[in-house]
């Protein structure tokens, strides 16, 4: 072998051996098999709010009656079932091990001051405060630590997908949503250039002519629950919109924001929203893209 291949060698039969000294200095400790104990224990329907901390700064959520927002950085709706998720698995993290008491370990599981902290409430009590690490060497567990505790597991799952979120993955993404029976018509407009989708019966129609069903389904499909890619917090100057669609009492306004996205504007609420093209690809349709293939 060359010289350099065999300094390379070395080097890494070093850091082998480092690794192994640091991770069994005395104050570590660790179990066979599963424990299969919870890291924290709280009534999961008494919640009322959150804090997470991550390096991507603090979001808090807080119910207001039935349902949740996200207090901080923004005041907006969140998403429930986000909500519910991290709950939920916050009463399920199950400890595999006990991998280290050793506070100057902290940092090598991620488990530090600096890690992403869980804080959760019930009636401005915190119940549980853990930390959320890195992911262990499987890739299908993570490292915990309990707030106030030098105690460091392993515990099953991945965990950061649940926690560790920016704010805007709190946040509810809904720009509308109807059940499909109950939309009977919609109306498009294309700056001078109107038609309408109307039911009548079990036809579809555009504006008296048959409609092709299966173009029908797959954009009553799109539009009965459109989400939003991104939100638009910030004041911006909107210009006349490249097209406006109106079901029952709510009108969406579509306005181009750059070459790969549009931002909508719905009738119902003061929200921006940013979708990218291919989304407003399945709502934006003209009178010809709903053209029967018997005709």
Request: net charge negative; charged share 25%.
């Amino acid at each position: 072998m060359k010289r350099n291949t065999w300094i390379l060698l070395g080097v890494l039969a070093v850091l082998a051996i480092a690794t192994i000294l640091v991770l069994n200095r005395p104050g570590e400790q660790s179990t066979q098999g599963v424990m299969e104990d919870p890291l924290v224990e709280y009534d999961s329907a008494a919640v009322d709010r959150l804090e997470i901390t991550s390096s991507q700064g603090t979001v808090v959520l807080a119910r207001q009656g039935s349902r949740w927002i996200v207090e901080e950085p923004v005041s907006a709706p969140a998403d429930e079932s986000v909500v519910g998720t991290a709950i939920g698995k916050g009463t399920d993290i199950r400890l595999k091990s006990l991998v280290s008491s050793n506070p100057q370990k902290q940092l090598l599981f991620q488990v530090d001051s600096s890690a992403t902290l869980v804080r959760i409430f019930d009636h401005g009590t915190e119940r549980a405060a853990f930390r959320i690490g890195k992911l262990g060497s499987s890739y299908r567990d993570t490292y915990v630590r309990r707030e106030g505790s030098d105690d460091v597991y392993l515990a099953d799952g991945v965990l950061t997908y649940v926690f560790n979120k920016p704010a805007r993955d709190w946040r509810d993404r809904t720009i509308f949503r109807a059940e499909q029976a109950d939309i009977q018509s919609v109306d498009f407009r294309y700056g001078d250039t109107t038609f309408t989708l109307t039911r009548e019966d079990t036809l579809w129609l555009v504006d008296g002519t048959t409609a092709s069903e299966s173009t029908v389904r797959s954009f009553l499909s799109s539009l009965s629950n459109i989400q939003a890619d991104d939100f638009v917090d910030s004041t911006v100057a909107l210009d006349d919109p490249e097209a406006l669609v109106s079901v029952g009492t709510t009108t969406l306004g579509f306005f181009r924001s750059g070459s790969d996205r549009y931002t909508v504007k719905s009738s119902a609420s003061d929200q921006l929203y940013q979708i990218y093209n291919w989304r407003a690809n399945q709502l934006l349709k003209r009178a010809p893209d709903f053209a029967s293939a018997e005709l």
